[in-house]
């Protein structure tokens, strides 16, 4: 069955220094999501991203933070200067349609700030 | 802003009980709603999704219903096991995000 993958599964960064999180999409699939989950917290919607442009973006989503799809098969998230309260779980999701479509979710990375 | 409200926040119960899990949101222009369920420490496993047009959606043990205008779910699980031990959560769905709620960690003891 296919599934969404991501890469690293765990990241370790020095404060200030540049992530950039890795997901596969399922192939066929059209729409693509990134969400967090600080610990303990609820998973927070990020941005979500169709036809090599964000659809939508959260407040969370700020200059710190942006996303590509570089090749025909990965879908990016870059944190440009990471700080302290970045350190979370990042999922990846993916869709072949928005609204009524079914949201298939990556494993996650967990993000680590020190 | 949509907000979504699970209750309880754990339960615990013995092998063998049904139980139900509950959700409601502020807002009931929604596409659909999700169960998930969640490992600690691990990602989300898609348990059901009801289309905001239907009633209720059935898997295995697992049976959830939506009320849209009164803005309410429910996860009804049959038969409990110590194997369904976790935290489950809801989302709802707007055009492109879903919105989540904290979840319902399950502890379900032999």
């Known amino acids: 069955e296919p599934e969404v993958t991501q890469t690293p599964s765990h990241q370790v960064t020095q404060m200030g220094q540049e992530v950039i999180l890795r997901c596969v999409p399922i192939?066929?699939?059209?729409?693509f999501y990134w969400y967090r989950q600080i610990l303990g917290q609820k998973v927070e919607f990020l941005v979500s991203f169709y036809n090599n442009e964000i659809s939508e973006k959260s407040e969370i989503f700020d200059d710190q933070f942006s996303v590509e799809r570089p090749d025909g098969s990965n879908f990016t998230l870059k944190i440009r200067s990471t700080k302290l309260e970045d350190s979370a779980m990042y999922f990846c999701a993916s869709n072949q349609r928005e609204s009524s479509y079914e949201q298939y979710f990556g494993p996650g990375t967990r993000l680590t700030v020190t | 802003k949509q907000e979504v409200t699970q209750i309880p926040a754990a339960l615990s119960v013995p092998e063998g009980e049904n139980l139900v899990l509950n959700c409601s949101f502020t807002?009931?222009?929604?596409?659909?709603l999700q169960w998930f369920r969640q490992d600690p420490g691990k990602g989300l496993t898609s348990l059901l999704l009801?289309?905001?047009?239907?009633r209720e959606q059935t898997s295995g043990r697992l049976n959830a219903s939506l009320d849209k205008s009164s803005g309410r779910s429910t996860l009804y699980i049959a038969a409990s096991q110590p194997g369904d031990s976790a935290t489950y959560l809801c989302a709802v769905a707007g055009y492109s995000t879903l919105t989540f709620g904290k979840g319902t960690m399950l502890l379900v003891s032999p």
């Open positions: 192939s066929n699939h059209l729409y």
């Open positions: 009801i289309q905001s047009s239907q």
């Open positions: 807002d009931s222009a929604i596409y659909n």
